[in-house]
């Protein structure tokens, strides 16, 4: 039976993979390019492992091939012959590597497919990622770009090719109304997928990585303690951009694209609660002001389709909230300061490094 452990060849060429564990396991924490078609489905993995743990491995096995042999095994094949012929060069694992993938190696031999099974399973491969984003993000050289709320950090990012947007594998744009409408990652997904962009990273032998300079959580995602400080022993660039100009780029991707995923309702519906949540920050005043400006922009917005009302909202958010909170953020940073200046200044500067 074919195994491997070249668990770099697999995130250097984001190999697609076969997970057979089963539902509750994989939504806890799986693989970039990890598809689930469970041997064992939650209730009955249920029922294995107390059969384990009352009578032993042989008695687990044998009542893990009942029940498959009752739900159908050749329904599990036919699955995961389809899933390979479109993905020809998936790997398969399990979670230690143990009974679930070699007895789903061995059917799949049986009709003429072979495949490989990764060797120690989802635990030995989620190793080698924490591993290594230990290692790499202590080694790494990092530029670590800041500047105010709408600035357009994330916007100048994707100009670089040695970066790695944390906000866009965090699913979230890292402020108090960064949340998507679609759901977080779990935190295991997170860190899984930070490790392949590390690894990824590494190997180009770029000379800086560049990331933006968030805080530990990015909304439900945190960055790993050790990771996060790792990360952030580098130098400050921070990009300079002019008030309205900032206004104009929240109001794109805040509303304009936000309305574009969900409906204007549910979107402020969670915009109202998103202002909820950091009413004790603002204090009861300011929390009011803000409230009726989003209330008014949005009777505008609802009554006549106009939706450039949001944008004095925006700007007292930045104004009275933001800027001033990361003034006292970049006060207390021990990160040293390296160059400031706008998006073509910045561009030029990173380019160089």
Not at 70 to 90: D, F, M, V
Not at 148 to 156: A, E, F, P, Q
Not at 244 to 273: G, M, S
């Amino acid at each position: 039976m074919q195994l491997t452990d070249d668990f770099l060849s697999i995130v250097l060429n984001e190999t697609p993979l076969l997970d057979v564990r089963a539902p509750v396991e994989f939504s806890k924490g799986a693989f970039k390019n990890a598809t689930n078609i469970a041997i064992l489905e939650d209730e009955e993995r249920h029922l294995v492992g107390t059969k384990y743990k009352e009578a032993g491995n042989a008695a687990a096995v044998a009542l893990a091939e009942k029940l498959i042999q009752t739900q159908g095994q050749q329904k599990r094949i036919k699955k995961w012959k389809e899933y390979l012929q479109k993905n020809p060069n998936a790997l398969l694992y399990c979670f230690r590597g143990g009974q679930r993938s070699k007895i789903s190696q061995a059917w799949l031999k049986e009709v003429g497919i072979d495949i490989t099974r990764l060797q120690g399973g989802y635990k030995a491969f989620r190793n080698y990622l924490i591993k290594e984003s230990l290692q790499i993000s202590a080694e790494s050289q990092t530029l670590i770009l800041g500047g105010y709320t709408g600035s357009g950090k994330t916007i100048l990012l994707q100009n670089l090719e040695n970066m790695i947007d944390l906000e866009a594998l965090a699913h979230h744009r890292g402020s108090s109304f960064g949340n998507f409408s679609s759901s977080q990652p779990s935190q295991i997904d997170f860190e899984n997928n930070l490790a392949y962009k590390l690894i990824q990273h590494h190997h180009k032998n770029h000379n800086h990585l560049v990331i933006e300079h968030e805080s530990q959580n990015i909304g439900r995602s945190f960055i790993p303690k050790e990771i996060y400080t790792n990360l952030m022993n580098g130098k400050l660039i921070v990009l300079e951009t002019a008030l309205e100009k900032r206004v104009d780029t929240i109001f794109n991707e805040y509303v304009f694209n936000a309305l574009l995923e969900e409906e204007v309702i549910e979107w402020a519906k969670r915009t109202k609660e998103n202002l909820a949540k950091i009413k004790k920050r603002l204090g009861n005043e300011k929390h009011r002001e803000l409230k009726d400006l989003f209330e008014d922009a949005l009777c505008h917005h609802l009554q006549y389709e106009d939706t450039k009302h949001y944008k004095k909202f925006i700007e007292k958010m930045l104004v009275e909230y933001y800027d001033p909170m990361y003034n006292y953020q970049l006060q207390k940073s021990k990160i040293p300061l390296i160059f400031q200046g706008n998006e073509k200044e910045v561009l030029e500067f990173l380019h160089s490094k």
